[in-house]
């Protein structure tokens, strides 16, 4: 007979399960998102080539200086802001570290934690992804200095004979170590297993693998004892291929997205937070709003974390000038409410910005 | 780049799912459940024997007459009735199958289509189900026989070295091939995976099992293509074991039962229609009401597959002789309208349920 006492560990005491769940939940409350601010030193780098600014430091915090300092009602529509290490220990022209100045806002600061993809012996083309040295010290520092969450991407591709069960297995499982070391550290884990748009695959396809790889994720956090309801799920939503010659509705992609999210999340996960990957800011946000009006079981919040959908037109606006600031944080403000209205179903379009229609597909994407 | 449409073969013809989701959805409707009848010839033998029923074809055939010719009212509460094969092939005295009877109340015939537990080698006493020889062949005759559905249980059990990852993984995998067979004969698979309440393990104990237990079940028919809007789940709720020294409340088995099925169970799985295992016919009618009450996420039709549970009073008050017969379809009646109302959460309290333990150890149909 069982000693129940000494059969299985326990992960986390009850108190630590409550503030799990409370950040969490907290997150993706009352229409609204995640603003994904976490771009690496080299993609921010990409995106300042667009307005012909320089890669500096400099550069990179006055950027993030503009995006923290908008307007307080920004608060309405992000509940939390993902950094970069770098912006983690950076702060505002007037010495207000940037953890302080989002926290002032009512805004959640939450950081990137893995350390990028690396490639996978002996397959097609795939990888992993590396970060997990050291990183219960680093996840303790950063919950210290004022994060809530962490984010860590894996990603995974679409062709002929990928992804591969080896592929699935392995993004999965350092998934799931990752949330474990982050949830011992009091940090939300949000997990991102993202299902690249690259190929002209159709939109059956997408759903198929995104299922294959969202069972294989689920199976491997239940296999590490990961507290769902202490957890974010950072997916794609299901769309074909970048390069397919079928075209789509928004409400072809909510229900091939919310069937492949209700035959795979378990209803404990806390909420569910799209990356918007390359669609253009307004498809990001007309697509949130169709799967949010889908009418089929939802039992988890679906809102946004959107990096290149969010600003975009605020990069374009802002053009490295700083008598540009005010007009680029108004671009901002409009698609975070745009967003946030998409998150409840409620968003009734016309918020087209510079850079609105415009695809922010970058082929085989790493951040 | 992918040849798109040469990369998955298809599982189910989108009509094919349609129907399976038709049938999935008519079994969980508000306030409805499953009879389950399916005992096995040895099984029943063991309930006539508490009543001193000789375990004859005849009696068995006539004690299923009694619960299947029970007042039209039965409908209301009872969508579907798992029936055992020899069962499936009987009829009513005057000659009536009783399959048509049963189509006739609109109550959808189910089969058992699993031919019991076997040992598993080098375990500690775990077990595995067998009956995937010729399945596809036998599921094709109980469809065209009338039957919706189809149902085939796994047992689990814990102590201190079970259930064993080889249990686990071979449980959940002989599942998925039951309910895939299922589907592509157009009968909706019910899903069984039981952790059986014998041991003196307390209640997180057994939630952390069944989350255990069900995350490998999940992973297995998402393996095999399992069309999941077209099958029901029938777990275990979540209980200490029938040995456990600590006592807990409905209250604490709905929490532990709803957060343990919330952790594992995809929103798409079209309904949870729970096994009673061992529980008297009020605790298990109280269970679920407590279930239903409970405030968290709840996707799904969470409601009942008992079989002890519906016909512990029944059979007693029948004892075996015809002069019986009508009040003891009237107590079938009065327990299935409880679990009706227990599966809205709205069950007013004792409805002169049996609260005898219905505990058999180690039990197997």
Not at chain 1, 206 to 225: C, I, P, S, W
Not at chain 2, 276 to 303: C, F, H, M
């Amino acid at each position: 007979m069982a000693s129940s006492s000494s059969r299985f560990q326990q992960y986390l005491s009850p108190e630590k399960e409550d503030e799990l769940r409370k950040i969490a939940n907290t997150i993706v409350s009352k229409r609204r998102g995640i603003l994904a601010a976490d771009e690496s030193v080299a993609t921010i780098g990409k995106r300042f080539d667009t307005i012909g600014l320089t890669n500096t430091e400099e550069n990179r915090r006055k950027y993030r200086e503009l995006l923290f300092s908008t307007d307080n009602s920004i608060a309405d529509s992000i509940s939390g802001v993902i950094l970069f290490d770098e912006t983690f220990r950076q702060s505002a022209s007037d010495g207000t570290p940037f953890v302080k100045v989002l926290q002032n806002k009512g805004i959640i600061p939450g950081i990137k934690v893995d350390k990028g993809v690396v490639p996978l012996a002996g397959t097609l083309n795939e990888c992993t992804t590396q970060g997990l040295d050291g990183l219960s010290e680093r996840c303790a520092e950063y919950k210290k200095g004022g994060c809530g969450f962490a984010k860590w991407r894996c990603v995974l591709k679409i062709s002929d004979h990928t992804p591969s069960y080896q592929a699935m297995i392995e993004n999965a499982n350092v998934l799931a170590r990752y949330a474990s070391i982050c949830q011992q550290n009091g940090l939300v884990p949000i997990v991102e297993p993202e299902v690249l748009p690259d190929g002209t695959h159709d939109l059956q396809t997408a759903q198929r693998v995104t299922e294959e790889v969202l069972a294989f994720q689920y199976k491997a956090l239940a296999d590490h004892h990961v507290f769902l309801e202490g957890t974010l799920l950072k997916p794609n939503m299901v769309t074909a291929g970048q390069s397919c010659t079928k075209k789509y509705t928004s409400q072809d992609i909510a229900r091939a997205t919310v069937e492949a999210l209700n035959r795979t999340v378990p209803p404990a996960v806390a909420g569910i937070t799209f990356l918007s990957g390359g669609q253009s800011e307004e498809d990001a946000t007309l697509n949130l709003n169709a799967i949010n009006q889908y009418p089929g079981r939802k039992p988890w919040p679906l809102t946004f974390s959107y990096g290149r959908a969010l600003q975009a037109s605020v990069i374009k606006a802002w053009g490295g000038k700083d008598a540009n600031i005010k007009a680029a944080q108004e671009e901002l403000l409009k698609r975070a409410r745009a967003n946030g209205a998409a998150a409840v179903g409620e968003y009734q379009g016309g918020a087209a910005g510079a850079a609105g229609g415009q695809s922010l597909f970058v082929a085989n994407h790493s951040y | 780049m992918a040849k798109t449409n040469q990369r998955f073969a298809e599982y189910l013809s989108p009509e094919k799912e349609n129907e399976l989701q038709q049938i999935a959805l008519a079994i969980v409707k508000p306030g409805k459940g499953i009879l389950a009848a399916d005992e096995s010839v040895g099984t029943l033998g063991k309930r006539f024997a508490s009543i001193g029923l000789e375990n004859t074809e005849e009696n068995r055939r006539k004690y299923r007459e009694l619960l299947f010719t029970a007042d039209d009212s039965l409908a209301e509460n009872i969508s579907g009735v798992i029936l055992f094969d020899e069962t499936f092939r009987h009829s009513t005295a005057d000659g009536r199958p009783f399959v048509k009877v049963l189509q006739e109340k609109g109550i959808i015939p189910g089969i058992k289509v699993d031919t019991g537990l076997v040992p598993l080698g080098g375990t500690f006493d775990e077990s595995t189900t067998q009956g995937l020889d010729d399945l596809a062949e036998r599921c094709a005759e109980y469809k065209k026989g009338g039957c919706g559905f189809a149902k085939w249980r796994c047992a689990l059990r814990i102590s201190g070295q079970t259930p064993s990852y080889q249990a686990l993984l071979e449980n959940a995998n002989v599942l998925a091939r039951y309910a895939s067979i299922c589907q592509q004969n157009g009968l909706v698979p019910i899903v069984e995976p039981e952790v059986l309440p014998d041991g003196d393990h307390d209640l997180e104990t057994a939630q952390r099992v069944t989350e255990q237990v069900l995350a490998f079940t999940y992973k297995a028919l998402a393996d095999h293509n399992v069309y999941l809007e077209g099958t029901l789940l029938k777990p275990n709720m979540v209980t200490a074991g029938q040995a456990s020294p600590i006592k807990y409340t409905p209250q604490d088995v709905a929490r532990a039962t709803v957060q343990a099925l919330n952790r594992t169970v995809p929103a798409a799985v079209s309904g949870i229609t729970f096994l009673s295992g061992g529980q008297s016919e009020e605790d298990a009618t109280v269970n679920l009401n407590a279930i239903n009450q409970y405030v968290g996420r709840k996707p799904w039709p969470l409601t009942f597959s008992y079989g002890r549970a519906l016909q512990g009073t029944v059979l007693k008050t029948w004892g075996g002789k015809d002069e019986n017969f009508k009040v003891a379809q009237n107590a079938l009646l009065k327990r299935a309208r409880a679990n009706g109302a227990a599966s809205a959460g709205q069950y007013q309290g004792e409805q002169q349920g049996s609260g005898e333990s219905l505990f058999v150890p180690k039990h197997s149909y």
